[in-house]
């Protein structure tokens, strides 16, 4: 059980354009979503807490009108990278915060975004 | 703020050996939960262990088990039989529960390499 997806595993597309990432909770519900951010050899770090209803909660220096985040359901939360440019090439990784159960997060297997 | 510091950027460790990773943190807080997460080359993130701050007892999964020293703001990985499967990042992990949106503050990571 607690099986988080991400899809897709990896994108390429190009500067300018956007580009959404959804994770999905299978199998539980969850009340927080969160964002992550990896660069190579580097530890993660949060973008962005996303609770089902209500507008995401930015980290500071996480530009909110570019790293747009929907939680639309207890099982799905989007990101969408809006006019992508080359640096914000990255790895993202979601995780969720099971509604009954706490304090931990399960982590989906990640996005290798490039942008070209 | 909380903090987490990982003072071994890299480790490495022959097989079938002990090994220990070290984790300080910072926090003015008396409940909390130290975890420590592997991330293989997948890079998907999976949960070693889970320590409860109020707990005394040290936390242990099979060949892993923690040294939580509360006072001192210290909780350490072993990993006792190393195998080749434990080649790995390991973040240490600290969680608020009364944070905002019990977020995850991660520390820099140690690299482990098992070698045959």
């Known amino acids: 059980g607690a099986v988080v997806s991400q899809h897709p595993s990896w994108v390429i597309c190009k500067s300018g354009t956007s580009v959404k990432i959804e994770c999905r909770s299978l199998?539980?519900?969850?009340?927080?979503m969160f964002w992550y951010r990896q660069f190579p050899k580097q530890s993660l770090m949060l973008m962005a807490t996303?609770?089902?209803?209500?507008?995401?909660?930015?980290e500071q220096g996480v530009e909110k009108d570019k790293f747009l985040i929907n939680h639309a359901s207890l099982t799905l939360s989007t990101l969408t990278v809006t006019s992508a440019h080359p640096e914000d090439s990255s790895f993202y990784i979601c995780?969720?915060?099971?509604?009954?159960?706490?304090?931990?997060?399960?982590f989906g297997p990640g996005t290798r975004l490039t942008v070209t | 703020a909380q903090t987490v510091t990982q003072s071994q950027p890299e480790m490495s460790v022959q097989e079938a050996e002990t090994v220990t990773l070290s984790c300080t943190y910072d926090t003015s807080e008396n409940n909390y939960y130290l975890f420590w997460y592997k991330q293989p080359p997948s890079r998907q993130m999976i949960l070693v262990i889970r320590?409860?701050?109020?707990?005394?007892q040290n936390a242990t999964e099979n060949r892993f088990s923690v040294n939580f020293q509360k006072a001192a703001k210290s909780f350490s990985l072993k990993i006792s039989d190393s195998q080749l499967g434990d080649t790995a990042m390991y973040f240490c992990?600290?969680?608020?529960?009364?944070?905002?949106?019990?977020?995850?503050?991660f520390g820099g990571g140690t690299r482990l390499m098992v070698k045959p």
């Open positions: 995780s969720a915060l099971p509604r009954k159960t706490l304090p931990e997060q399960y």
């Open positions: 320590q409860e701050a109020y707990k005394q």
């Open positions: 199998d539980f519900q969850a009340t927080t």
């Open positions: 996303s609770n089902e209803g209500s507008k995401a909660t930015y």
């Open positions: 992990a600290f969680m608020n529960p009364k944070g905002a949106g019990n977020m995850l503050t």
